[in-house]
Nanobody, 118 residues
Framework: VQLVESGGGLVQAGGSLGLSCAAS????????MGWYRQPPGNQRELVAT???????KYADSVKGRFTISRDNAKNTVFLQMNSLKPEDTAVYYC?????????????WGQGTQVTVSS
């Protein structure tokens, strides 16, 4: 499975950005997809996830500002980010879980930079 992100960039505080991540390759049985981020000098952290059935989970820091959605037919996951803050600055990574039989597999995209200026 290959994950390709797009949509990062530079935005002023209070602005909005949308990220997308398209999965390709052996994409059957992909379950959860999501977004993680790694701020400068910090560890990678969960932003939001969504299952194939549409169940979502958000980090407390983004609840009410970010929305994750998914198009199962296109194997694409989206992250709409509103009311952005400088502390949202990070490299954002797409992630996907897949089961092949009983074996779990986890995949990462290459990352896309989001920079929020104050």
């Amino acid at each position: 499975v290959q994950l390709v992100e797009s949509g990062g960039g530079l935005v002023q505080a209070g602005g909005s950005l949308g990220l997308s991540c398209a999965a390709s390759g052996s994409i059957s049985s992909i379950n959860a997809m999501g977004w993680y981020r790694q701020p400068p000098g910090n560890q990678r952290e969960l932003v939001a996830t969504i299952t194939s059935g549409g169940k979502t989970k958000y980090a407390d820091s983004v609840k009410g500002r970010f929305t994750i959605s998914r198009d199962n037919a296109k194997n694409t996951v989206f992250l709409q980010m509103n009311s952005l803050k400088p502390e949202d600055t990070a490299v954002y990574y797409c992630n996907a879980d897949q089961y092949i039989g009983l074996m779990p597999y986890n995949y990462w995209g290459q990352g896309t930079q989001v920079t929020v200026s104050s």
